[in-house]
């Protein structure tokens, strides 16, 4: 009696523990997936509805018979591969994962006893290579392991809840939830304009192929928000199948990878020079007829066949001029310089939310050789990643006020600018990169009606087993006058043949890029300038020349195909009075080409956006 009173009264509690343990079971439940989006909500990362199937082979009564019976049902799944993966094993045993199947599949393969099918939600990136670098992509348990999908990946995968469960007489679950409910898993909106990125991976695509170069990178910034609206590199990779690429390939390399930027970085080394009054745009310098001795070496021009004197520094820049620059860094002097590269950012990561990101490559040292100090001036002995640069010229488009990229879109974030040089000296620096683009090196990146501002770059490439092999050229600009400024850069690496400068190579893209979102994208087509029609009630118009302006004979010219500015300045030549409507090239004009002119008279110009062959 006395053992059967302890056993109903000591040990009670004992013995309902134990009982709950052996029938109560948990299990961790994570929510779906979160999606990830582009600005527009248009869908960049998702899930669809897939399945997976295990079993327990001891448990399988005829493993032959079972396992024959799910290849049936699911023809995909060979016998032959099916009876290898149950061999000798006794234990929980995946025999597929993640597979898409028909409602009818699915009722087969639970009649099939002794096999088990769960839902399970699958990763599916719609779009493929489009922003795959930037969106990176998850393993087989949907844990992200590269790009947003890795950095958010806590706030996409949510926090899971716990079950509890019993089984019932039949040996079915019956789900009890616990008091721990987690958290659903969020959406992700990203900065990226998903039609931008699709015709910006297009044009890097088109000339990395005419040039047969190694690859390429490019980005677009908006300068008043930091928002990231296209970024990605090429060769790229389909999220959807990343172990069919290299590993290369899958990394965002215009954050990652830094390399010497060449030319485009002297507009920092004249700002400098401006912002320490140590010259002017006007101040001239003597450039050695190309040929330049520092210590033991012989710097020379980036295009040996200009064998410069004096320039102006509005010159050096215009014609990137590497003695020219040198000259004004040694006036300058290492320490100054270097104040006005590390408050650029030179040196330090932006901070945009790609993991990896490099804080390119900067001397800590005080001083340096004047070797050195001549090719810091000019973009050699320093490395930069794109987005450095990007966030870099954004200071000048914006007025001088820096602005942190960013490749997610916060609607309640508030921007934060950081003023680093006053308002005059971006426009000084402007201006000269406004001349760049019309009367030098970056003439190729013209755009019909806007102003546009921009360097291009032809730097030496660092080879793996040391010195230099091969080019990056680049251009980076921006239009100007736009009531919704945005920067473009754009490189290519190790392009081929005979046309390998940043100009030729790289200054293309940037223009195709450009004149999409002018011409093109819908939420900048109201980037026209004031008065301006808006692009998209417009339609396009291809351009065609004339050859005939009846300029100086007492006649109308010919302003068909002409841009706003060519028109002005034609219309002066006649002393005509310009009337313009619209924006692009004109397309009608009154009166006629020929009328008799009379001085002051008003001519009045239909413009529409230009279209090429």
Known sequence: MGKAVKVQIIDSEDLIARSESQIFRETTVYPKRGSIYDRKGNPLAINIQTYSIFTIPKNLENRNDSIRKLSKAIPKL????????????????????????????????????????????????????????????????????????????????????????????????????????????????????????????????????????????????????????????????????????????????????????????????????????????????????????????????????????WLTVEEILKYSSNIGTTKLAFDLTFPKLKKTLTKFGFGEKTGIEVAGESRGIFTDKENVSPLSLSNISFGQGVATTGVQMLAAYSVIANKGLYIKPTLIKDGNATVKARPLINETLAKQAEEMLIKVVEEGTGTRAKIPMFKIAGKTSTAQRVSPDGGYRGYIGGFIGYPTDVKRPFVVYAYIDNPKGRHYYGGSTAGPVFKKITEYLLFKNKDFGNLALKDDLPINKIDTVKVKHSSTRYVGSGRVPDFMGLDKRSSSKLGDRVNAKIIHRGIGVVVEQSPEKGSPLKSGESIILEYRPPSYD
């Open 78 to 309: 060979s016998y032959e591969s099916l009876k290898k993966k149950i061999k000798g094993r006794d234990r929980y045993t995946w025999l597929a994962r993640k597979v898409v199947l028909t409602k009818e599949q699915v009722a087969k393969v639970k009649d099939i006893k002794g096999i088990y099918i769960d839902d399970v939600p699958k990763r599916l990136y719609p779009n493929h290579e489009i922003a795959s670098q930037t969106l990176g992509f998850v393993g087989i348990d949907n844990v992200g392991l590269a790009g947003i999908e890795y950095l958010f990946n806590d706030e996409l995968k949510g926090k899971p809840k716990v079950v509890k469960y019993v089984k019932d007489a039949k040996g079915r679950p019956i789900k009890f939830e616990s008091q721990d409910l987690g958290s659903s898993a969020k959406d992700i909106y990203l900065s990226i304009d998903k039609e931008v990125q699709a015709a910006a991976e297009g044009f890097l695509k088109e000339a990395i192929v005419e040039h047969d170069a190694d690859g390429g990178g490019f980005g677009v910034m908006d300068v008043q928000t930091g928002e990231i609206l296209a970024i990605g590199n090429y060769p790229t990779f389909d999220p959807n199948f990343p172990g069919e690429s290299a590993g290369k390939n899958r990394r965002l390399s215009f954050v990652t990878d830094p390399f010497e930027p060449g030319s485009t970085f002297k507009t920092f080394t004249i700002v400098s020079a401006f912002e320490n009054k140590i010259a002017t745009s006007d101040t001239s310098f003597y450039c050695e007829r190309g040929r330049l001795k520092v210590e033991d070496h012989i710097i020379t021009e980036s295009d040996s066949c200009k064998k410069h004197e």
